[in-house]
């Protein structure tokens, strides 16, 4: 049996064949990225079907925003996908653009192939509830769904299912830390395997500083800009998810490695209030979690860009938190273990891979 995995982030869509015949152990058979603005589904997935052949069993979706509804991988029918429109004003710059890939592959392959979603926000959906709540009356928050969801949740339960393997002597990982930095950016707090906390909360653009999204703010910004710019909220939230985070500091460039080598001072303001921001989490998380055992991270920028690993934990030692210069520099890809001798905490780069965890979810669902 053959599964077909789409994985669409904010800045790319990731296609893979896989053979998972085996449940636990889905093998590769093609990949392909596609990075240009708004690829057309329909287009892609007609030629990928032209050169698939036979055709796959199965297409596996990464979907950012579930609700509380979907918490498990979902077939995706109709009542499904009514649903899943509704929540495309939480996860603007995600769900419409996954829907349109559902709708893409139900053109190539037909009505009768059958469709999964597997959900960004469902390893998160047992926040504790001081963790998932706002300070907002229930009926402006928790009874009409104004709470915080978590994302990346394929990604960072990647990263504690890769940490587990390494240390079996910790139970359910121990207290770990995971950091997901790519296009968009999210940390967590992961006790035994239990989410205590994450950054992003009632849409992505909560938490961490990202490549265009600005991240933490004050919710008094939107109606003063409102007022100040004659603009639209729904204006104002477009512009903090695509036109700020570090392409906005900078006024040119979104990619922190770039921007890392650029003299420019707008430049390294906007690496040094990226990395500031991630460091200001870490330490919270640190007291979420009473100390931890260890540190991942994971993402474009996580696993190749040693400079902002190094800026990111600098200033840490107080925590027991060290890195070996030599081997954060070294690690520009793949998994690797980067923290001194001496550190008391285990420090590591995980190669996330979200498409294999979308392809044993799909053979799950097949089983």
């Not at 999204?213 to 109606?223: H, N, S």
């Amino acid at each position: 049996m053959r599964a077909l995995t789409v994985n669409t982030g904010s800045t790319s869509v990731k296609l893979a064949l896989y053979d998972i015949s085996s449940r636990d152990a889905p093998a590769l058979l093609h990949s392909e990225r596609h990075t240009e603005p708004q690829p057309d589904p329909h287009r892609v997935l007609a030629q990928l079907a032209v050169r698939l052949q036979p055709a796959p069993q199965v297409v596996a979706h990464r979907i950012v925003h579930g609700g509380t509804r979907f918490v498990q991988p979902t077939p995706l029918d109709s009542q499904t996908l009514t649903a899943l429109a509704e929540l495309s004003p939480l996860a603007p710059l995600h769900n419409p653009q996954a829907l349109r890939w559902v709708e893409g592959a139900r053109e190539a392959w037909g009505a009768q192939m059958p469709q999964i979603a597997v959900f960004d926000t469902a390893f998160f959906a047992r926040l504790p509830r001081v963790a998932a709540e706002y300070a907002l009356p229930a009926d402006l928050g928790s009874r009409i769904g104004v709470r915080r969801y978590g994302f990346h949740g394929i990604a960072h339960e990647d990263m504690w299912r890769s940490w587990c393997a390494l240390y079996p002597d910790l139970t359910r990982g121990g207290r770990l830390i995971t950091l997901q930095l790519g296009g968009g950016c999210s940390i967590a707090a992961i006790e035994r395997g239990q989410p205590l906390d994450t950054s992003m909360g009632f849409s992505p653009l909560e938490g961490l500083v990202m490549e265009t999204r600005a991240g933490d703010l004050d919710a008094a910004i939107v109606p003063y800009l409102e007022h100040r710019l004659s603009l639209s909220g729904a204006e104002i939230v477009v512009r903090l998810n695509t036109e700020s985070g570090l392409a906005g500091l900078s006024g040119s460039r979104n990619d922190p490695g770039a921007l890392l080598g650029d003299p420019a001072p707008d430049a390294q303001f906007a690496v040094e209030l990226y990395c500031y921001r991630i460091r200001k989490y870490l330490g919270a998380y640190l007291a979420v979690l009473g100390g931890c055992d260890g540190i991942v991270f994971g993402g474009g920028v996580g696993e190749h860009v040693p400079g902002v690993r190094a800026r990111a934990l600098a200033g840490l030692s107080w925590a027991g938190i060290a890195l070996d210069p030599a081997l954060n520099n070294a690690a520009r890809g793949g998994a690797a273990r980067i923290d001194a001798a001496d550190s008391g905490v285990r420090v590591h780069v995980a190669a996330v891979d979200e498409e294999l965890a979308l392809a044993r979810a799909a053979a799950q669902t097949q089983g």
